[in-house]
């Protein structure tokens, strides 16, 4: 309980700052000047500075703490009229009150009546008008003694009347019964100033409310046991007999969710010498007491949400709604299994149980996004994965993990100019995975895909437009680009796709992040322009009908040269080594190869001899060999880059009219179609045998991701 000895000084005006002084002061929430609040400050316990209030005549000042207000002490502001008194002699008395009292002061002469509070006292003797000698009324606590003259009460003094100790009373512990850290409420009288509070001889944590209301937690105890709750004050203390049972309970399950076979830690009380554990009635699979706070059990078989019960010999502890049974999920079908290595594919992942998932992985990847579509479908688009590699798809729930399979691969495309549509070939097995079909395709020719392997870039020759590819779903993506007419080869480098338009005698620029003609390119240096390829800032395209090959500066989308000569023959497809050091040029008019140096761009060395009417070039990876097919000879000549010279010529009775030829990133297939049918021929690099796969009529293109 807070004291106050002094107020120094105990004369000034309202805003000036005086000092009080005592004990018990520390958490004060308040300082009062009468029942005006003061700004203050708290120094330490017996120590604080406040401001004085704005107010008049005489007050008490008191300090208002957590454990109650303190006595008060007198103070006067500035500037009142009347009689001051200095001294009160004694300064308590009885709250009976007739105790003789003596005021010394100044200021008593024409004193007309002396309070005590609001209570009148006799003036017995007025001496010299500084000493007046009177006897206390009855009253209690703190009360401000004054001398009424005619103008006024004047400053006063504080006198205290002590009244007899009144020992605490507990009535009752409620509620009576719970675990240890139980929060009870202690209801009885005298608690003003309260120091203790126990259970049994246990000392409790508690906060003191007002004089008839303690609130304390329960401390540790033993389940079963009765205990006798005691409340201590400066008065004395009292106990409430058999207050308080300690009893088992369960506070908490974690998780508190989760499949049957599930570990889940029960925390609580009493749970020593437990002899069940139960889910919603069902015995726990096993459980073990880990102390009298915890313990491990193993979920039985259930569905839905069911309270948890420990027995114990001291009673029964149960928790409502504690566990929430979720179903293990189940994966049944992922479809499409097989996409592409660069991903991007949207499947449908059919089973059970997968309300509440929270994450969707392949090979252990997250998927790009997905969404639980209900508790049986999940639809997810697949992350970049490795080609020719199966790979686990798991969706974990809160039930647990379901697991599937997926298969990586890299997909062929293939243009079949007559049927307007594209085949779309699965590497792994050389089988078609896909047909592209629509009026989306007039003629289709040319194909590419962007350095990622996101898009498919056709170009139609019987049209005027470039048709894209969404290469994760193989599903026509955006509207057509317009480009020039007849647009038979495509490329691509970074965001840019070039696209000679064969009667146009022009050369459009796409830009590929917004599928939009950002140039065209024209000039006298067109003719026919048939194919192109890039090798780093440059690109070169054929032109069929003047024998020359055009080189393009696409950092600024301007010819900067032609290379003639007569090393071409109605050139057709052209393709840049994977070092970018060298441009291989099939002149179909004829049976040679033409090699330009691409850090001159002239024509390098002479013209290789291959088969009649080479078509198409491709190289490996690693840039050693160019495979080229040769239309009128039915075959596809193997070069060694290393001196260009043909080290092989590979003949099949499925070639016919090759034209496309494109080899997958690890070299060991080509793919050739075959124009003059409805089949692509697979040549394994190996042993350079061939098996033939049917697509679509007139095959023309082909392009694989390089991945």
Do not use: H
Request: aromatic residues 8%; contains cysteine; proline residues 6%.
């Amino acid at each position: 309980m807070p004291a106050i000895t002094a107020v120094q000084p105990s004369k000034l005006p309202a805003g000036a700052t005086t000092w009080i002084a005592g004990s018990g002061f520390t958490g004060a929430t308040a300082v009062k000047f009468g029942n005006t609040n003061a700004n203050f400050t708290l120094f330490n316990d017996g120590a604080i500075r406040a401001t004085v209030p704005a107010g008049s005549g005489s007050v008490l000042v008191t300090v208002v703490t957590p454990s109650g207000t303190s006595n008060g002490k007198a103070f006067c502001y500035s500037g009142t009229p009347g009689a001051t008194i200095q001294a009160v002699q004694p300064t308590s008395g009885p709250s009976a009150g007739g105790t003789p009292v003596t005021l010394v002061g100044y200021g008593f002469t024409g004193a007309t009546d002396v309070k005590f509070g609001s209570t009148s006292a006799p003036i017995l003797a007025n001496l010299q008008g500084k000493v007046i000698q009177t006897t206390a009324p009855a009253g209690t606590g703190t009360v401000l003694v004054s001398v009424v003259t005619p103008v006024g009460p004047g400053c006063g003094i504080a006198y205290d009347y002590v009244g007899v100790p009144v020992p605490p009373s507990v009535d009752s512990v409620v509620p009576d019964e719970g675990p240890a850290g139980q929060q009870v409420t202690i209801s009885g009288s005298g608690f003003t100033g309260v120091t203790s509070v126990q259970f049994g001889v246990v000392e409790a944590g508690f906060v003191f409310v007002d004089d008839s209301t303690v609130v304390a937690t329960a401390p540790d105890g033993v389940a079963g046991s009765l205990v006798d709750v005691t409340v201590t004050t400066p008065n004395g203390s009292d106990t409430l007999e058999d207050a308080y049972t300690y009893v088992p309970a369960v506070t908490s399950v974690v998780p508190d969710e989760g499949p049957e076979g599930q570990e889940v830690i029960i925390s609580g009380f009493g749970f020593t010498g437990a002899t069940s554990v139960t889910f919603g009635g069902v015995e726990a699979t096993s459980f073990m007491v880990a102390d009298d706070d915890t313990v491990f059990a193993v979920v039985p078989a259930g569905s839905g949400t069911v309270a948890v019960t420990v027995s114990t010999p001291n009673g029964d502890a149960t928790l409502a709604d504690a566990y929430t049974y979720v179903v293990v999920p189940e994966i049944t079908l992922v479809e499409p299994s097989t996409g592409p290595a660069v991903g991007g594919q949207d499947v449908t992942i059919s089973g059970s149980g997968f309300s509440g998932a929270t994450s969707v992985t392949f090979g252990g990847v997250d998927a790009t996004s997905f969404i639980v579509e209900n508790d049986t479908t999940i639809t997810a688009t697949t992350p970049p994965g490795t080609a020719y590699t199966t790979v686990d798809v798991e969706v974990t729930t809160p039930g647990g993990t379901a697991t599937g399979s997926y298969t990586y691969t890299l997909f062929a495309y293939v243009t079949n100019q007559t049927d307007a549509t594209v085949s779309v070939i699965d590497t792994s097995d050389d089988t078609v995975a896909d047909t592209i079909n629509g009026e989306n395709f007039q003629g289709p020719a040319g194909v590419a895909l962007t350095p990622d392997g996101s898009k498919v870039y056709v170009a139609n020759s019987s049209g005027e437009e470039v048709t894209v590819v969404d290469a994760g779903n193989n599903v026509v993506t955006g509207s057509l680009i317009t480009v020039g007419i007849s647009p038979y080869g495509v490329a691509i480098a970074g965001t840019k796709a070039y696209v000679p338009n064969s009667t146009d005698s022009t050369v459009s620029v796409i830009d590929t992040a917004t599928d939009t003609v950002t140039d065209t390119i024209n000039g006298e240096n067109f003719n026919t322009p048939f194919w192109v390829a890039i090798a780093g800032t440059t690109a070169y395209v054929t032109n069929a009908a003047n024998d020359t090959v055009t080189v393009i500066n696409t950092a600024t989308d301007t010819v900067t040269t032609t290379i003639n000569g007569t090393n071409f023959n109605s050139p057709r497809e052209i393709a840049v080594t994977p070092d970018g050091t060298k441009a291989y040029v099939a002149n179909n008019g004829g049976t040679t190869v033409t090699v330009i140096d691409t850090g001159t761009n002239t024509v390098s060395g002479t013209p290789i001899t291959v088969g009649t009417s080479p078509y198409g070039v491709a190289f490996t990876p690693d840039g050693t060999k160019a495979y080229v097919t040769n239309e009128g000879g039915n075959s596809v000549s193997v070069i060694d880059t290393s001196d260009n010279t043909v080290i092989t010529t590979i003949t099949d009775a499925g070639f016919n009219e090759p034209r496309g030829v494109a080899v997958t990133p690890d070299g060991s297939k080509v793919y050739v179609a075959n124009y003059g049918g409805s089949t692509v021929s697979v040549i394994d690099t190996s042993d350079n045998s061939v098996t033939t796969t049917t697509v679509g009529n007139n095959p023309f293109g082909v392009a694989i991701v390089n991945v």
